[in-house]
């Protein structure tokens, strides 16, 4: 199985972006720890960061041609701004699990709001870098419960 992982504007920056609210992680050692994990769940992990919408819903688009299986997604702030986004995801019918580090609802009012959220099967956020992990953990047990079906 293929996973995608897609990760939104700004976090190239993580560790060193506002590290009190995004950890000290690196987006390159998340994707690291991510890759030695899907492995070990017979996964292989692709991942794509990107700053432009557009590129993020082609990704997204593309996802079946590629054989992608699922995605864990952190859509960043577009969580909150693109219809574009959500409606790729409808589009695509994988299944989705988007992921914030930080706890989006104990913060800015706006943030407690995700446009992407419905069209996912599940939301994981608060945990800093380990919610990638259990997203990642979560999709893979939705996606071999689905296979035994």
Not at 61 to 78: C, D, F, K, T
Not at 79 to 107: M, Q, W, Y
């Amino acid at each position: 199985m293929k996973i995608l992982l897609i990760n939104g504007p700004n976090l190239q920056l993580l560790g060193f972006r506002e590290p009190g609210i995004y950890g000290r992680d690196t987006l390159e050692s998340i994707v690291s720890h991510l890759r030695e994990l899907a492995a070990g769940f017979g996964c292989e992990l692709i991942d794509f960061q990107s700053n432009h919408e557009g590129e993020i819903v082609d990704r997204i688009g593309n996802s079946i041609s590629e054989g992608i299986s699922g995605i864990v997604m952190n859509p960043a702030a577009y969580t909150h701004t693109s219809v574009a986004i959500r409606d790729a995801i409808a589009a695509v019918k994988l299944p989705v699990v988007e992921v914030h580090l930080s706890n989006v609802h104990a913060r800015e009012e706006f943030r407690s709001r995700s446009l992407t959220a419905p069209v996912c099967i599940g939301v994981v956020a608060g945990f800093g870098a380990d919610s990638y992990e259990l997203a990642l953990r979560a999709l893979c047990s939705h996606l071999k419960k689905r296979n035994q079906q």
